[in-house]
């Protein structure tokens, strides 16, 4: 069974950083891609960005520019670098990881993001 660890979340400032951290444990097929997810109050779960293993990535276009995905394939485990935080960043930070055969689909509990002043 395959469960994801969040970690990283927290308070920040304006213009401030962050950087969210998820690994995967389990039987995890190799063709897969992780992602962040987010979900702010009121609003629908969006994605932030994602990365495949065969190496693309893919971001949302209200972080282009800001938010840097990386990720370890090997110990499957992937990080959200986020620069220039803005008020409307915050929310749960989801990770998610789909597998390509079988059909898997994974989350983490989630992890807050506030970003005030």
């Known amino acids: 069974q395959v469960q994801l660890v969040e970690s990283g979340g927290g308070l920040v400032q304006p213009g401030g950083s962050l950087r969210l951290s998820c690994e995967a444990s389990?039987?995890?097929?190799?063709?897969?891609?992780m992602s962040w997810y987010r979900q702010a109050p009121g609003r629908e779960r969006e994605l932030v960005a994602a990365?495949?293993?065969?190496?693309?990535?893919n971001y949302g276009d209200s972080v282009k520019g800001r938010f840097t995905i990386s990720r370890n394939i090997a110990v499957n485990t992937v990080n959200l670098q986020m620069n220039d935080m803005k008020p409307e960043d915050t929310a749960v930070y989801y990770c998610?990881?789909?597998?390509?055969?079988?059909?898997?689909?994974?989350w983490g509990q989630g992890t807050l993001v506030t970003v005030s002043s």
């Open positions: 998610n990881l789909r597998e390509f055969v079988g059909g898997g689909d994974h």
């Open positions: 389990g039987s995890v097929f190799s063709r897969n891609v």
């Open positions: 990365a495949f293993s065969h190496g693309g990535k």
